[in-house]
DNA sequence: GCCAACGTTGGC
DNA sequence: GCCAACGTTGGC
């Protein structure tokens, strides 16, 4: 089975490369994503042992900062059938889910953290969703090009 | 189905 | 904190 690969922001205010080291077994549910593309790849297209990268989002220095694995694959979203969540999604029905999560297990942190600086300034990474204007989805695909120039970068 | 208004994301 | 970019909602 071809092993793959994706990115997964988090605002480290929220949930942090630490918090995730410091969950029992570095694994954590990743749960309240509300858009449909990261959505389908979450439902459709995650496998259990698929390679993440771990990026910090909308802080000081946003970039990539941990390797993570998948460790279970889809099922629905928790955190949209609990009325306390602030993930809390009234229209999900749990006969038929909207949201979907998967869980995530940290491998090892980044010697540093990869900044979306450099990530920008690399022609090899022109392509990726992450580096263009505008960009917002929290999930997304990484070529294994992409994955392993990244790593290059370490 | 169009599209303006609105809410959110996320870099800076 | 600002604001551009984007996705969603809802009136028509």
């Keep these: 089975m071809t092993v793959r690969h994706w990115l997964m922001k988090s605002e480290p205010e929220t949930f942090s490369l630490d918090h995730l080291a410091q969950m029992p077994k570095r694994t954590t549910m990743w749960d309240g994503v509300r858009n449909y593309q ?17 990026y910090h989002s909308n802080c000081a220095e946003p970039g990539i900062v941990g390797l993570c694995e998948v460790a279970r694959a889809a099922y629905p979203d928790p955190s949209a059938f609990d009325p306390s969540s602030p993930y ?14 998967v869980d995530v297990k940290l491998k090892r942190r980044l010697k540093r ?6 990530l920008k300034a690399a022609s090899p990474l022109a392509d990726m969703a992450l580096v263009r ?16 120039f990244i790593l290059s970068l370490e």
């Design 38 to 54: 990261a959505r389908n790849m979450i439902r459709d297209d995650m496998r259990v042992g698929d390679l993440v990268f771990f």
């Design 88 to 101: 809390h999604d009234p229209q999900s029905d749990p006969a038929n889910p909207r949201w979907y999560v």
């Design 113 to 118: 953290n990869i900044t979306l600086g450099e």
């Design 133 to 148: 204007r505008g960009n917002r989805l929290s999930v997304m695909p990484v070529t294994a090009d992409e994955w392993d």
